[in-house]
């Protein structure tokens, strides 16, 4: 069983960074992708950020040049480093992990944006 786990998140000032983390429970080159999805409040979840076995990257818009992510294949970990961060970026966090097309959702850390 697949089992994301998120640590990081909280409140930052505008401008800021944060660094969220997420352990896999499994090794990452069984997974066909990985990343991070937020959903803000009243919003629908939407993609942050994409990294596949191959390494290719994939960002949202909103977050291109700002947001980081990358894997740690030793310690089966996927972080995300966001940088000048936004009030419009505050949302929960998730981790997504897709193994064999099936995917599976971590449960979610809070990150706020405010001054």
């Known amino acids: 069983q697949v089992q994301p786990v998120e640590s990081g998140g909280g409140l930052v000032q505008p401008g800021g960074s944060l660094s969220l983390s997420c352990a896999a429970s499994?090794?990452?080159?069984?997974?066909?992708?990985m990343g991070w999805y937020r959903q803000a409040p009243g919003k629908q979840r939407e993609l942050v950020a994409t990294?596949?076995?191959?390494?290719?990257?994939n960002y949202a818009d909103t977050v291109k040049g700002r947001f980081t992510v990358s894997r740690d294949n030793a310690k089966n970990t996927i972080a995300l480093q966001m940088n000048s961060l936004k009030p419009e970026d505050t949302a929960v966090y998730f981790c997504?992990?897709?193994?064999?097309?099936?995917?599976?959702w971590g449960q979610g850390t809070q990150v706020t944006v405010s001054s």
């Open positions: 997504y992990l897709r193994r064999r097309y099936v995917p599976y």
């Open positions: 990294i596949n076995r191959g390494g290719s990257t």
């Open positions: 499994t090794s990452i080159f069984s997974l066909d992708a």
